[in-house]
Antibody
Framework: EVHLVESGGGLVQSGGSLRLSCAAS????????MSWVRQAPGKGLEWVAN????????YYVDSVKGRFTISRDNAKNSLYLQMNSLRDEDTAVYYC???????????WGKGTTVTVSS | QSVLTQPPSVSGAPGQRVTISCTGS?????????VHWYQQLPGTAPKLLIY???NRPSGVPDRFSGSKSGTSASLAVTGLQSEDEADYYC???????????FGTGTKVTVL
């Protein structure tokens, strides 16, 4: 069965850092583009970043450029999101998602919650 | 902010048909990029409902259908059921932003 499990969320002070992880299983992780999507409390979905199969291409939403870094370790079937200089507006549930090959996300994890407190 | 606009809410009685619109622009839907739809049940992660404008993943009932025209797309739910109460989001790619964009989201209420 295809599974994505996020971890690493928590409470952090404004300006602090956090590293999210996503463990993948049940599919060929190294063959898939992967994305991070977030959802602020009571708000809609916002795509954050994605990364190509071999890590050679990475894209970010403007609001996190220069602060967040997406990476992956295909040997460990894992996706990461390093978040630095965190702001209150980064408070959200962060979802890891597999891209289905047509610019959409076909498998989602259950999410991990990040709370930034000033 | 979201660049794809959806109505905040739609409602219908059990068995009825409801539609959700998703309005974009020439840099996303109008540029030829496909539209995809997700269903998010309360307290859960989003789930892919429609991909490539009108395709249903395995396991999604054929009560759900999607279409696209010009700079807009729509999701139709026929034979509305209580378990369809959820938030629905459209999604596409935006060439100006060089990234994925989601709609503002629509809450479906079954009366």
């Amino acid at each position: 069965e295809v599974h994505l499990v996020e971890s690493g969320g928590g409470l952090v002070q404004s300006g602090g850092s956090l590293r999210l992880s996503c463990a993948a299983s049940g599919f060929s992780f190294s063959s898939s583009w992967m994305s991070w999507v977030r959802q602020a409390p009571g708000k809609g979905l916002e795509w954050v970043a994605n990364i190509k199969q071999d890590g050679s291409e990475k894209y970010y939403v403007d609001s996190v450029k220069g602060r967040f870094t997406i990476s992956r370790d295909n040997a460990k079937n894992s996706l990461y999101l390093q978040m630095n200089s965190l702001r209150d507006e980064d408070t959200a549930v962060y979802y890891c998602a597999r891209e289905g090959g047509g610019y959409y996300m076909d498998v989602w994890g259950k999410g991990t919650t990040v709370t930034v407190s000033s | 902010q979201s660049v794809l606009t959806q109505p905040p809410s739609v409602s219908g009685a059990p068995g009825q048909r409801v539609t959700i619109s998703c309005t974009g622009s020439s840099s996303n839907i109008g540029a030829g990029y496909d539209v995809h739809w997700y269903q998010q049940l309360p307290g859960t992660a989003p789930k892919l409902l429609i991909y490539g404008n009108s395709n249903r993943p395995s396991g999604v009932p054929d009560r759900f259908s999607g279409s696209k025209s010009g700079t807009s797309a729509s999701l139709a739910v026929t034979g509305l059921q209580s378990e369809d109460e959820a938030d629905y989001y459209c999604q596409s790619y935006d060439t100006s932003l060089s990234g994925y964009v989601f709609g503002t989201g629509t809450k479906v209420t079954v009366l």
